[in-house]
């Protein structure tokens, strides 16, 4: 099974079935009757429309002579980038949250003391 991948470039999993599916010579056709589907799901995988369930992705995998990993390997990187994105922005906005109460607290502070005073 090989590995494909365009250097610096950020690929999902229906840029991965197509350039698989031109690399092993294959229409869209050809791949669908191989992998049990019509043409038109191959063209909506690779336009990213519609994606294959796990039977399919199996299927393909094999037709294709690629492993699974490849074909969804920057899928899934791409959706931890995502998700570690959300989280750092979420403890940001938590982090400034926090500082706006300390310093609200640091002021209520200061002006009950200089009312006692």
């Not at 229409?27 to 995988?45: A, F, H, P, Y």
């Not at 959300?86 to 926090?98: A, F, P």
């Amino acid at each position: 099974m090989s590995n494909f991948n365009i250097p610096g470039e950020h690929m999902n999993l229906g840029d991965h079935i197509q350039q698989a599916r031109k690399k092993a010579q294959l229409s869209q056709e050809k791949l669908g009757d191989m992998v049990g589907v019509t043409r038109q799901t191959i063209s909506n995988w690779e336009l990213n429309i519609t994606t294959p369930d796990a039977n399919q992705l199996l299927a393909l995998s094999k037709a294709l002579q690629v492993s699974m990993d490849a074909l969804m390997e920057n899928d899934i990187q791409h959706l931890i980038e995502q998700k570690v994105n959300v989280v750092e922005t979420q403890v940001s906005k938590n982090n400034t949250l926090l500082l706006c109460i300390l310093i609200a607290l640091m002021v209520l502070f200061i002006l009950m003391f200089i009312m006692n005073a």
